[in-house]
């Protein structure tokens, strides 16, 4: 074999040797951050507004309900129109640090009906399913507490009452916050390996060893 063709192959080796390992932190790198990688692709379902991130897909609420133990708050408001109930809970409810502790309690979504905005086909879409899941139609200013399952367990028409009197009503007794979920950052895999072989390879601490009894007999030690 000649210099040029034994040059060749050792380069083409290499370079097979080297998307493998690429290919191998490709596949460790999503395995350590798949819970990254979940919440990414459910931030596209995710909007801000009124000072609250919530969700507009059902199914998306539902899967980080369920992945959470969390309950699902859906919220159905007409905006932009004169509708006393929407109204009142944009301006009342919404900006209070109750109803913001319920937003991270639950899992929050939105279901706005802007008058005059031309909504995207993927939001209109999601709205449209929801409103049908639950029989929502002209019922605005109605908050629904529904499980992972989509299940719903019940729904309060907001009239004006104090915030933690609406809470009150939507837990079904008293409101008890719980700590926002926490977001998951991005893990370096070479790292998450290393711990994961210390982990491994560490020894299992045991039980102390008792120290034998002793006896003394006439100024003499026994091991028994």
């Known amino acids: 074999m000649s210099v040029q063709n034994s040059a060749r192959l050792l380069a083409g080796r290499l370079i097979k040797f080297a998307l493998l390992v690429v290919v191998l932190y490709g596949a460790a790198w999503c395995y350590f951050n798949w819970e990254y990688v979940r919440e990414r692709f459910g931030a596209k379902y995710e909007e801000e507004r009124y000072g609250i991130v919530w969700n507009t897909n059902l199914n998306a609420a539902r899967r980080i309900a369920a992945r959470h133990g969390r309950l699902v708050m859906v919220v159905y408001i007409n905006s932009g129109a004169k509708h006393d109930p929407s109204d009142y809970l944009i ?74 009197i609406l809470l009150g009503k939507v837990a079904g007794g008293k409101f008890t916050p719980l700590p926002p979920i926490p977001k998951s950052g991005v893990k370096d895999p070479v790292a998450e390996s290393e711990k994961k072989a210390k982990s491994l390879t560490s020894p299992v601490a045991g039980p102390k060893s008792e120290r034998p009894k002793v006896e003394e007999k006439w100024g003499i030690s026994t091991g028994l």
Request: proline share 4%; no cysteine.
């Open 91 to 164: 301006n009342r409810i919404f900006p209070s640090t109750q109803f913001r502790s319920a937003a991270d309690t639950y899992i929050p979504v939105l279901v706005d009906i802007r008058q005059g905005v031309q909504e995207s086909a993927r939001l209109k879409n999601n709205q449209d399913e929801i409103i049908k899941v639950y029989d929502l139609h002209n019922r605005y200013g109605l908050i629904l507490l529904a499980d992972a399952d989509g299940r719903e367990l019940r729904r309060v028409q907001y009239s004006d009452e104090p915030v933690d």
